[in-house]
């Protein structure tokens, strides 16, 4: 959601995983095949060449290797993270055989919203009590959890420091649940 000059409320358009996936690969390729083209040229000067600048070509192929990684990676989880919460959206009441709820479509999209903004994809499960969970586990044992509602998000942190429970509500909740994920993994 977004908002016009005049403060109406907009729905912000939707697209579809294959899409996104096509989009951010021929933008890449467009960028690699640029820098590519730098590299291949490099190869060929000589580095006593007026004009040539080691630091300056080892700074592009850093940017090019991160880039690369970054959204082969951004790319895979968005479509992965996408699957998983259509399959949840697909589940009809009862869908536990214990008396669960079905998914609104309101909650789904809210955490497709925030796995778009994440800096590492999670572990994402429907739960009994009507919430999506999200979770990050390092191989140390420490791990972090979130509970989606379409009201607030209930977070969950065991590391060697202690467990920590709280909730987050409002405008900023997806963005302190960001810098959580950024945290738990620095």
Not at 13 to 31: D, E, H, W
Not at 135 to 147: A, P, R, S, V, W
Not at 168 to 181: E, N, W
């Amino acid at each position: 959601m977004y908002y016009n000059s005049n403060n109406a409320v907009l729905r912000q358009p939707t697209v579809g995983a294959n899409k996104v996936s096509s989009i951010v690969s021929y933008a890449m390729n467009g960028l690699f095949e640029r820098l590519e083209n730098i590299f291949e040229f490099k190869s060929g000067i000589k580095s006593s060449a007026v004009g040539y600048n080691s630091e300056e070509y080892e700074q592009l192929e850093k940017i090019y290797s991160m880039a690369y990684t970054k959204i082969n990676s951004l790319e895979k989880n968005y479509v992965k993270a996408n699957a998983t919460l259509s399959e949840i959206e697909k589940l009809k009441d009862n869908w536990n055989d214990n008396g669960a709820s079905a998914f609104s479509s309101k909650l789904i999209e809210k955490c497709r919203g925030i796995v778009m903004q994440l800096a590492s994809e999670p572990f994402i499960c429907p739960t009994a009590c009507g919430s999506i969970q999200f979770e990050y586990e390092k191989e140390n044992g420490d791990y972090l959890e979130f509970e989606i509602y379409e009201d607030r998000i209930e977070c969950f942190l065991d590391t060697s420091g202690g467990e920590q429970e709280f909730n987050l509500h409002g405008i900023s909740a997806t963005d302190r649940m960001k810098q959580m994920v950024v945290d738990f993994y620095a």
